[in-house]
């Protein structure tokens, strides 16, 4: 069972993933792996890096040894470590290094988010680091099978970065935090689909 806490974390980044990730097409892959179940969406209990590093190679042998059609993709919410991005950023370093120990080269690929997610070059404020941003730290796997494949199937992939920065400016700061406020609404409801490493 999820804590309280635990379960808000999820339910927030479950409803993050609908209503921007999905709902805004930040991810023109994203919906069909949702519908069919096949992203597994874990919160960690993770107090320090070193603990969410262990929490990390735990998902990634689990990703490894589920069939594709069970799960697609992975979610490692964070809640309680790597608050500040500079820290989150290096850790990412970090993570990286496991992957490849593990023999993850071309197999799995990490992606993350942030609620102070910041592309280099931009300001704090600019609300195209939202496309990146999440209710907490998230780290997510991907296989790097399914990328292709996803890449394979839409043509203008290339041009997914560029949408959707003119996605969020026309949504603007005022609408991502009202996007924001919804999804923290939409948390205090039922929410299945997420899992704790309890």
Request: proline share 5%; net charge negative.
């Amino acid at each position: 069972m999820l804590s309280p806490e635990n379960s808000t974390a999820a339910a927030e980044t479950l409803a993050w993933l609908d209503r921007a990730v999905i709902g805004l097409n930040l991810c023109p892959f994203a919906r069909a792996v949702r519908v069919k179940g096949q992203i597994r969406c874990v919160v960690s209990d993770a107090r320090d890096p070193e603990a969410l590093l262990v929490a990390l190679c735990d998902e990634v042998q689990l990703l490894l040894a589920t069939d594709v059609t069970e799960c697609e993709t992975t979610l490692l919410v964070h809640p309680q470590v790597l608050h500040d991005f500079t820290d989150y950023n290096d850790f990412l370093d970090v993570a990286e290094a496991a992957l490849e120990s593990m023999g993850c080269d071309g197999v799995l690929q990490l992606a993350s988010f942030h609620p102070d997610y910041q592309f280099a070059g931009t300001d704090a404020d600019d609300v195209t680091n939202a496309t990146n941003r999440s209710p907490y730290p998230t780290l997510h796997l991907l296989r790097e099978a399914s990328i292709d494949r996803a890449v394979a199937a839409f043509p203008d992939a290339a041009e997914i970065y560029e949408v959707n920065l003119r996605t969020m400016e026309s949504l603007g700061n005022s609408g991502w935090q009202d996007l924001r406020e919804q999804c923290r609404r939409d948390a205090a409801g039922p929410h299945p689909g997420a899992t704790t490493d309890d």
